[in-house]
């Protein structure tokens, strides 16, 4: 067996395993719906034949009567259960294909975060996604088909029982015929699997362009800078190449249908020919003239329908190794160890921490080494791309060094249990972002808050919480409209502080701020630092802020540069040695004071 047919197999059996554990019943279901689907045909077959015996025979009307009303009757039954099969599959296969897709979006939560980052995953995402959220292919259809297949096989042998009887060279002369078609049309799909990467290459720029043009988040950026042609001319530049990419592969069918088309032209005279001159020297009946009339016809409607499910199963299980191997995507993964974390306090090294990220020719960090004792406040500056939030995401696992190490408490990160590594972080990042939830559900990020008195406290202490006691629901008032239109759109500040909330109710034991104040003014901002850093007592904390203002209380500063330390101390030290920090910190002064701000 060839490599492709072992995939399909596998494929099969991986999607027969989740049926088994998500709805057994359906492998029931698909076989008393093959009992019915293999047997419906022969009824219209035979039915003929004996109405045609009866009348060129004795011409018993009682005899007629019964031939037609059991038919009716049986038709009637195979017909009904069919109908209902089919409809309980519908539904129970339902059941299965949102098990697929609940499995994507727990792959994809679980995913190393740098391939979150990585634009060649995200079109393998989209492909995985597109492999379950539709009937029309992928699992869905595949799912489908297992359905169908063996009634189909059922009735494929009956019916190659009654040709053969007749004749099996036309067995033979018909199935190679088939099987010539199947080659037509498999090299049509062989040319649409061919165009897959480029089709989801484009249909994700068409897509990302109607989700910023419906983006009530990017609607002021839209408007003020003209946008939104720019927008609609990607999104129809991207359409347009999916339109020829769809035609071009419409095309290849089409002309697969023209070759068969001709091919059953000479198939049919073929058998014809056979029958008639069968009949003409007597060998046989009129009535099984009409007998195999039909079990012909049906024999090749059967075929047709049978390959086409094979060859439909053939290529959709090409998307189902996609989604497969992206199941396989590395996992965020707990060291062998699983060391836990938890101390009463942390000592946190650096040690020529050098990084570079995925698919990039730079090293953002080189040689980078620090150490922040239990209890410091650092403070991370520099100017924009020195590489703060890189060390953040390296502190926080979400990468992992390309060279160095980082300790804690004496141990390499790598060491500890990921899931009770990331509880020690209260992390607010510059760009952090909320959910179209609950105010309460934002800060708790649990769906039943038993500690009503711990997110209120957040909320107070982030400063937010007069501004959420004004709402009707309070803190049950969802944020965003949309999903909800009575949803509350709250400010940038607003943003921020609740973000906040979020890292104080979290309470983990180191914090970091990744300079989530920017939309405050420098005076907010530099209270705020010093508010919430009276609130944390004695946690160890990181701040970044390109304020240096807000952070000179910090034990110690660290000034970046190109991703290398370049200065370190305290406010004082650093101001004192008149570099990069001191130069820094004087323009900004300057234009606080003249801003008339006093410092
Ligand atoms: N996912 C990524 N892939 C490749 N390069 C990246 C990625 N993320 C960031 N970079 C690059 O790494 C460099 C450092 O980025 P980083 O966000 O750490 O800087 P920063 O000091 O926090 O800057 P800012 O003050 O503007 O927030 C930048 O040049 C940026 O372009």
């Known amino acids: 067996m060839n490599s492709k047919a072992k995939a399909v197999i596998n494929n099969l059996l991986f999607i027969m395993k989740y049926i088994a554990k998500w709805k057994k019943s359906i492998f029931f279901d698909i076989g008393l719906y093959s009992v019915f689907l293999g047997l419906s045909p022969f009824i219209w077959i035979y039915v003929p034949k004996l109405l045609i015996d009866e009348l060129t025979g004795q011409k018993s009307t009682k005899r007629i009567t019964i031939i037609l009303a059991s038919a009716f009757l049986i038709a009637g039954i195979i017909g009904y259960s069919k109908e209902f099969l089919q409809g309980r599959f519908r539904m129970k296969m339902n059941t299965v294909r949102y098990g697929f897709i609940r499995m994507l979006a727990e792959k994809t939560m679980k995913m190393d975060y740098a391939y979150t980052e990585d634009p060649d995953i995200l079109k393998e995402v989209r492909i995985a996604m597109k492999t379950v959220n539709n009937t029309a292919e992928g699992i869905g259809l595949v799912i489908i088909k297992l359905f169908s297949i063996p009634g189909n096989i059922i009735g494929f042998l009956i019916f190659s029982i009654i040709i053969i009887q007749l004749n099996p060279f036309i067995w033979g002369l018909l199935l190679i015929s088939l099987l010539l078609s199947y080659l037509f049309i498999d090299k049509a799909n062989r040319y649409q699997r061919s165009c897959k990467d480029d089709l989801s290459h484009e249909e994700r720029k068409s897509y990302y362009a109607s989700i910023k043009l419906n983006d009530f988040q990017y609607g002021k950026d839209i408007r003020m800078y003209g946008l939104k042609r720019i927008l609609l001319q990607k999104k129809s530049e991207a359409d347009e190449k999916v339109v020829q990419i769809t035609d071009a592969v419409k095309s290849r069918y089409l002309h697969a249908g023209i070759k068969e088309g001709v091919l059953m032209a000479l198939r049919e005279g073929i058998v014809y020919a056979y029958l008639i001159i069968s009949v003409l020297n007597k060998n046989i009946s009129i009535s099984n003239f009409v007998l195999y009339t039909f079990a012909l ?47 009463l306090q942390y000592d946190i090294v650096f ?49 992992e060094p390309t060279g160095g190490r980082i300790l804690i408490n004496g141990i390499d990160i790598k060491e500890y249990d990921l899931t009770q590594y990331r509880k020690l972080f209260s992390v607010v990042f510059q760009d952090t972002k909320l959910f179209a939830f609950t105010i309460r559900e934002n800060i708790t990020m649990e769906y039943e808050t038993a500690n009503t008195e711990k997110y209120q406290e957040s909320l107070r202490q982030s400063g937010i919480y007069e501004k959420t006691g004004k709402l009707e629901k309070k803190e049950e008032t969802n944020l965003f409209k949309i999903l909800d239109e009575e949803g509350v759109e709250f400010s940038g500040g607003e943003i921020q502080k609740l973000s906040m909330a979020r890292a104080l109710y979290k309470d983990g034991d180191i914090i970091i701020m990744d300079e989530p104040t920017a939309a405050l003014d420098a005076l907010a901002e530099s209270r705020i630092y010093t508010e919430f850093d009276n609130l944390i007592k004695n946690k160890t904390a990181v701040y970044i802020s390109h304020r240096l203002s807000s952070t000179r209380f910090c034990d110690n500063i660290a000034f970046l540069e190109n991703g290398e330390l370049k200065e370190y101390g305290t406010h004082e030290q650093l101001m004192q040695l008149g570099g990069a920090y001191a130069g820094m910190f004087q323009i900004q002064a300057e234009y606080y004071r003249e801003e008339g701000h006093e410092e």
Do not use: C
């Open 297 to 343: 016809n049906g024999f090749v409607t059967w075929m047709q329908t049978t390959i086409k499910d094979f060859s439909d199963i053939w290529v959709n299980s090409l998307y189902v190794s996609d989604f497969r191997e992206f199941l396989k995507k590395d996992e965020e993964s707990s060291s062998t160890d699983s060391l836990n974390p938890k101390a």
């Open 351 to 399: 040690d020529k921490v050098s990084f570079r990220y995925p698919n990039s020719e730079r090293d953002i960090l080189k040689n980078f080494s620090i150490h922040i004792s239990p209890g410091e406040r650092l403070a991370l500056v520099g100017i924009n791309g020195a590489g703060k939030t890189t060390l953040v995401k390296l502190l926080t696992r979400l990468y």
